[in-house]
């Protein structure tokens, strides 16, 4: 019988997405409540120790955060399992370094470097729009935000593109066909492509057809679909790999084109 909330997570049941080895240890650092979901984020331990090698242990990791030297989204965050996800921006500031966590094209967080003016702003999916109290308007996102008096024209699955320092929405864009997405969950995570078409499905998933850059097509539902930017230009820089999945063929013929190179 549970006794309250769980506090550990066996590392064997970490998400796959972290990239921890199964052997160095029993338990992985659970991710602490907050704004994206345990299966869906990354904790700043793993991003700080696993990734960017700044610490060699949890401990030191904690030492790094308690001095106040990490943001996320522009505010500092002291606890070294606060949940980072999808979208959300990492600043160091006395390395002068600027982070964006996206996912390859394995469906895995990546280490994305970004500007300092790119960071300033990050990418918000809609999801509920709804009147408050006193028939005041808002939205909540995908990060758990709540957004009031937005533009009445935003609906639910559009993307807003929020301007972290003012916490204001500078621009949004809607879900249609023609525009950029980045795909979130299930099989194509971290693919890119344009939209083609979406299927209704009255009672079940909304199906969306997606087409990438080398014209493959793939499908989704579209709770897993985030749209990046207007038409074919995304407004974040994309990693490496640029989202466009190739078969295990080309990446073999691409890892020995490099090869050959050096």
């Known amino acids: 019988m549970a006794r309250g909330p769980k506090k550990h997570l066996k590392r064997l049941a970490a998400p796959s997405s972290w990239m921890l080895d199964k052997l160095s240890g029993t338990y992985a650092p659970r991710p602490s409540p907050g ?20 610490a060699l242990t949890g ?11 990490i ?3 522009g505010k500092v965050r002291t606890d070294s399992t606060y949940p980072t996800g999808f979208m959300d921006t990492i600043s160091i500031e006395k390395t002068g370094e600027h982070f964006r966590l996206l996912y390859d094209i394995k469906g895995r967080f990546t280490i994305h470097r970004i500007t300092p003016e790119e960071a300033s702003y990050k990418l918000l999916k809609v999801r509920r729009v709804a009147l408050g109290a006193k028939g005041v308007p808002y939205i909540v996102t995908h990060d758990g935000r709540t957004i009031r008096y937005p533009d ?39 693919r890119a492509g344009v939209i083609t078409h979406r299927e209704k499905h009255i009672g079940g998933y ?19 679909i985030f749209v990046i930017g207007e038409g074919t230009k995304p407004w974040v820089s994309l990693p490496r790999g640029k989202g466009i999945k190739l078969t295990i063929s080309e990446e073999r013929d691409l890892r020995r084109k490099r090869a050959a190179e050096q």
């Open 71 to 73: 943001k996320v989204d």
């Open 59 to 69: 401990r030191e990791v904690t030492a790094i955060v308690q001095q106040r030297l």
């Open 206 to 224: 909304d199906i969306v057809h997606v087409r990438d850059s080398l014209e493959r097509t793939f499908a989704t539902r579209i709770s897993n």
């Open 152 to 190: 009445p024209a935003i609906k639910v699955n559009d993307t807003v593109k929020f301007d972290l320092e003012q916490g204001k929405i500078t621009d949004f864009v809607s879900f249609e066909t023609g525009n950029i997405v980045m795909i979130t969950g299930g099989r194509n995570m971290g």
């Open 35 to 54: 704004p994206h979901k345990l299966r869906e984020s990354l904790p700043l331990v793993i991003f700080l120790r696993n990734r960017l090698k700044y």
